[in-house]
């Protein structure tokens, strides 16, 4: 709990998944959802701080949330790369171009 970004986190360092209990503001426990949030992506702020992008399994509301100095690499590398490594049209389309 000492690593940057520990001290208000909403996420599980290892997986990284959230639970949907913040409505408007981090930190007001409001909403009434309560469903677990998938990380579906990263952001990257102008300052090169790297942000969770978290999608509700029950409303679907999307969040997004600084990470932690602590969280697991791999799984945020596993998430940036997903667009790549499963792109939204076939491999063979680039051919073409």
Same mark, same amino acid.
């Given at each position: ?5 520990? #001290? ?13 209990? =913040? =409505? $408007? ?8 959802? /309560?469903?677990?949030? /998938?990380?579906?992506? @990263?952001?990257?702020? $102008? $300052? +090169? /701080?790297?942000?969770? @992008?978290?999608?509700?399994? +029950?409303?679907?509301? @999307? #969040?997004?949330?600084?990470?932690? +100095? =602590? ?10 790369? #997903? ?8 491999? /063979? ?5």
């Amino acid at each position: 709990m000492t690593a940057p970004g520990t #001290r208000h986190r909403n996420h599980c360092p290892s997986c990284l998944w959230s639970r949907h209990v =913040d =409505d $408007d503001v981090p930190g007001d426990r409001a909403a009434v959802c /309560e469903a677990a949030m /998938e990380p579906i992506s @990263v952001s990257v702020h $102008d $300052d +090169g /701080e790297w942000a969770l @992008v978290h999608r509700c399994g +029950g409303c679907g509301a @999307v #969040r997004v949330n600084r990470i932690a +100095g =602590d969280d697991n690499p791999l799984m945020l590398m596993r998430i940036a790369v #997903r667009p790549i490594a499963q792109p939204p049209f076939p491999l /063979e389309w680039l051919a073409r171009v």
